[in-house]
């Protein structure tokens, strides 16, 4: 059964936390070389798969006694959090070489579907182990609603890489992605604390 409030606040962080990503800036860059729907439904097809691996991952790990279940969803928001905030001051200047790194591994001759596969294998590559797949094993452990957070997240992803897509380089002269980042940061903190209240019993009960 799917919890829309659960979906809703997995879409809004996993949003926050993948837009100032490499992903983003590297749909971009795809975007400028290739027909941006087919760069989009390869990345997307990419998200599907490592969401769906997160989520089993995080289901896994929800089947472990309650404390450390608690305990590791924490250390995952909070190093989340600290790793955004931290990476937030150098984003704007890692991003000209972000675009660089992308437009070498996109620099082939490729038509049609073929688009579509390329695109799929790099992000496939690059994401495994990214902030986004942690968190969404996270949000499994923390919700324990495995079905509404795919789809939360999977929706969040294909909207980052929908905005990459169409609208990324006007985005990012309207905002930074150190700004971003730093959103990002907060949220995970955010989710950190409430966490630690629930864990010591002073929130939710």
């Known amino acids: 059964m799917l919890d829309l409030t659960t979906m809703a606040l997995v879409f809004g962080a996993i949003f926050l936390v993948e837009l100032p990503d490499k992903t983003f800036i590297a749909t971009l860059v795809m ?3 290739f027909r941006p729907l087919l760069v989009w439904i390869g990345v997307g097809l990419a998200f599907l798969v490592q969401t769906l691996v997160a989520v089993v991952a995080g289901g896994l790990l ?4 309650t404390t450390p279940v608690q305990l590791v969803a924490i250390a995952m928001f909070l190093i989340g959090g ?3 905030l931290k ?3 150098g984003a704007d200047a890692e991003e000209a070489e972000t675009e660089e790194e992308f437009a070498e591994k996109s620099n082939r001759q490729v038509r049609g579907w073929q688009i579509v596969s390329m695109c799929f294998g790099i992000i496939f590559l690059a994401e495994w182990g ?3 797949q942690l968190l969404t094993a996270s949000m499994v452990l923390k919700y324990g609603e495995p ?3 795919f789809l939360g997240a999977w929706a969040a992803l294909l909207a980052v890489s929908a905005l990459g897509a169409a609208l990324g380089r006007t985005l990012l002269t309207k905002m ?3 700004t971003i980042r730093r959103i990002g940061g907060v949220v995970c903190l955010v989710l950190a604390l409430v966490g630690i209240l629930e864990f010591t019993g002073l929130f939710g009960g």
């Open 176 to 178: 930074k992605l150190s």
């Open 82 to 84: 600290l790793i955004l």
């Open 130 to 132: 990214d902030l986004s």
């Open 31 to 33: 975007s400028t070389r």
């Open 147 to 149: 079905v509404s957070v």
């Open 87 to 89: 990476g937030a001051a």
């Open 62 to 65: 929800a089947k472990l006694p």
